[in-house]
């Protein structure tokens, strides 16, 4: 058995708050300036390229990407090795989450209740997502959720005899009204099968993949190939201003179903689709 500390875990929660939304992840980089050679809007080129430059200065200054730096959702999976010492792992990620968010100077976007609507000061509670593995290790994806782009989510529960074209339509349709609220060029989380709930969790955990690296089955995989090009043809483009890069990448994440069920979600993302990786 193997102990870890709570403060440990309280530490590096705060650095991921920090690190998360103040610096743009690689693939996120390299799939902008791609998207500069590609666009074929000349306005919409200028547009990515003044997201570049914003990601540039918000790397260089250790300052926000954006205003809203969301709310915060974790992805953690838990050792059967590992005992927390200390504090609960809740109490300890959200510890982090308050130093991060009051220290890094990071906006505190969230309501102690939905509708008396009074701040918390601090971001937290944060949204938790556990998952139990084998092994002495601790895997902590911290992913900050801005609300321009989650607002425009949505979930659908597809009959099993709308099949593919069901949720083609259903997810294309859903970007298509988006529009331009979620700040494109947009990446686009989906889940398929499990229940209402489950679908989803595995379109917001779809969200912190790689955008480089396509679902391990071959037949989703080109799904996501097909929804991106029928996506990019929209014409919404970078901002809403138009032309050919409306969405950076689809990532596709499938759970088991029931036989009479087909429940597709779209967690819709902004161009940063922020997201940070820690291993203690």
């Given at each position: 058995?193997?102990?870890?500390?709570?403060?440990?875990?309280t530490?590096?929660?705060?650095?991921?708050?920090?690190?998360?939304n103040?610096?743009?992840?690689d693939?996120?980089?390299?799939?902008?300036?791609s998207?500069?050679?590609?666009?074929?809007?000349?306005?919409?080129?200028?547009?990515?390229k003044?997201l570049?430059?914003?990601?540039?200065?918000?790397?260089?200054?250790?300052?926000?990407?954006?205003?809203?730096?969301g709310?915060?959702?974790?992805?953690?999976?838990?050792g059967?090795?590992?005992?927390?010492?200390?504090?609960?792992?809740?109490?300890?990620?959200?510890?982090?989450v308050?130093?991060g968010?009051?220290?890094?100077?990071?906006?505190?976007?969230?309501?102690?209740?939905?509708?008396?609507?009074?701040?918390?000061?601090?971001?937290?509670?944060?949204?938790?997502?556990?998952?139990?593995?084998?092994?002495?290790?601790?895997?902590?994806?911290?992913?900050?959720?801005?609300?321009?782009?989650?607002n425009?989510?949505?979930?659908?529960?597809?009959?099993?005899?709308?099949?593919?074209?069901?949720?083609?339509?259903?997810?294309?349709?859903?970007?298509r009204?988006?529009?331009?609220?979620p700040?494109?060029?947009?990446?686009?989380?989906?889940?398929?099968g499990?229940?209402?709930?489950?679908?989803?969790?595995?379109?917001?955990?779809a969200?912190?993949?790689?955008?480089?690296?396509?679902?391990?089955?071959?037949l989703?995989?080109?799904?996501?190939?097909?929804?991106?090009?029928?996506?990019?043809?929209?014409?919404?483009?970078?901002?809403?201003?138009g032309?050919?890069?409306?969405?950076?990448a689809?990532?596709i994440?499938?759970?088991?179903?029931?036989?009479?069920?087909?429940?597709?979600?779209?967690?819709?993302?902004?161009?940063?689709?922020?997201?940070?990786?820690?291993?203690?």
């Open positions: 058995m193997r102990i870890i500390q709570s403060e440990t875990v530490a590096a929660v705060r650095d991921m708050c920090i690190k998360a103040c610096h743009i992840n693939d996120i980089k390299r799939a902008l300036e998207g500069v050679e590609t666009e074929k809007s000349e306005v919409s080129r200028g547009i990515l003044n570049l430059k914003n990601a540039e200065i918000a790397h260089s200054k250790e300052v926000p990407i954006c205003q809203d730096t709310m915060a959702v974790f992805f953690i999976e838990i059967n090795e590992i005992f927390i010492e200390g504090d609960t792992l809740t109490d300890a990620v959200n510890k982090g308050s130093l968010y009051t220290e890094g100077y990071l906006r505190k976007s969230v309501v102690a209740d939905p509708l008396e609507r009074v701040n918390t000061k601090d971001n937290t509670p944060a949204v938790i997502h556990y998952d139990f593995v084998k092994g002495d290790k601790l895997k902590i994806t911290f992913a900050p959720k801005g609300f321009g782009s989650e425009k989510s949505a979930l659908k529960m597809l009959n099993p005899s709308d099949g593919m074209d069901g949720i083609v339509d259903f997810i294309v349709d859903t970007v009204k988006a529009g331009a609220n700040c494109p060029p947009m990446v686009i989380g989906v889940g398929i499990g229940t209402m709930d489950k679908a989803a969790v595995l379109a917001k955990k969200l912190t993949r790689d955008i480089n690296t396509s679902n391990e089955k071959p989703y995989a080109d799904l996501e190939k097909k929804l991106l090009e029928k996506i990019n043809k929209l014409g919404i483009g970078p901002q809403g201003m032309g050919t890069t409306t969405a950076l689809v990532n994440e499938t759970y088991p179903t029931h036989i009479a069920g087909l429940p597709v979600a779209v967690n819709i993302n902004c161009h940063a689709t922020r997201h940070a990786v820690t291993v203690i």
